[in-house]
């Protein structure tokens, strides 16, 4: 539609205007994560590995202060450069984890209308840059083909309910190891439904490569 094209521009006028402040920390910050966050953020443990029955997960940072703040700022108020910051920051912690390569990098979809809402998926940067990293190529072709209530405060049993056939395959067959990116991982049941079907789409060896961890009744 025409006014998509005046879409962009209008963000990048209404984020000049916004009051620059730090995402991590809202002192006054003319960066996305200011210098003290950014150190406080590169300190934060690596979680470990961990093995599901679909595959195994990767994590670059547990979900807390800064992380924690970049997220809601990629992902509540529409800010694409915390998602190049997470983005950034992920694929450089992760790569060095001896993650098998991948034959292709695959982003997690948002359910269409969540999309239109936030201007653009916030997963979508990270997986970028990891393809990248990776020199593999990144396949957009997983869809939502129904749309789901969101996840926060369910059970896992009531989350694996809600996502249930929640996505569909629209890309290339697919061969070897995918790498199936996502921002948040809680239960992974999300992660669950979206790897069944990249396995039924030929994929041998899912690793799901997530921004940050987190553990329910915990921060
Ligand atoms: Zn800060």
Same mark, same amino acid.
């Given at each position: 539609m025409?006014?998509?094209? #005046? @879409?962009?521009?209008?963000?990048?006028?209404?984020?000049?205007?916004?009051? $620059?402040?730090?995402?991590?920390?809202?002192?006054?910050s003319p960066d996305v994560l200011c210098e003290p966050c950014l150190e406080?953020?590169?300190? #934060?443990?690596?979680?470990?590995?961990?093995?599901? $029955?679909?595959?195994?997960t990767w994590s670059a940072f547990p979900f807390q202060t800064p992380i924690r703040g970049l997220v809601h700022a990629a992902k509540y108020q529409g800010r694409r450069p915390a998602a190049r910051v997470l983005a950034a920051l992920t694929a450089e912690r992760l790569v060095t984890q001896g993650l098998p390569p991948p034959a292709a990098?695959?982003?997690?979809?948002?359910?269409? $209308?969540?999309?239109?809402?936030?201007?653009?998926?916030?997963?979508?940067?990270?997986a970028?840059?990891?393809?990248?990293?990776?020199?593999?190529?990144?396949? !957009?072709? #997983?869809r939502r083909?129904?749309?789901?209530?969101?996840?926060?405060?369910r059970s896992l049993p009531d989350r694996r309910r809600n996502v249930a056939g929640a996505f569909a395959w629209?890309?290339?067959p697919l061969t070897g190891t995918?790498?199936?990116? !996502?921002d948040v991982v809680? =239960?992974?049941? =999300?992660?669950?439904?979206?790897? =069944? @079907? #990249?396995?039924?789409?030929?994929?041998? $060896?899912? !690793?799901a490569v997530a921004t940050a961890r987190a553990w329910r009744g915990r921060g």
């Open positions: 025409w006014w998509a094209r #005046l @879409v962009e521009p209008a963000r990048l006028l209404l984020d000049a205007l916004a009051p $620059r402040q730090c995402a991590g920390c809202r002192v006054a406080l953020a590169l300190a #934060l443990p690596l979680p470990p590995a961990e093995r599901w $029955r679909w595959g195994q990098v695959v982003p997690v979809a948002l359910a269409r $209308r969540r999309r239109r809402a936030r201007g653009y998926n916030q997963v979508e940067p990270g970028r840059a990891l393809a990248a990293l990776a020199a593999a190529p990144l396949l !957009d072709g #997983l083909v129904r749309e789901t209530a969101p996840q926060v405060g629209s890309g290339p995918v790498w199936l990116v !996502d809680t =239960t992974g049941a =999300t992660l669950e439904a979206a790897a =069944t @079907v #990249l396995q039924r789409a030929g994929a041998g $060896r899912i !690793d």
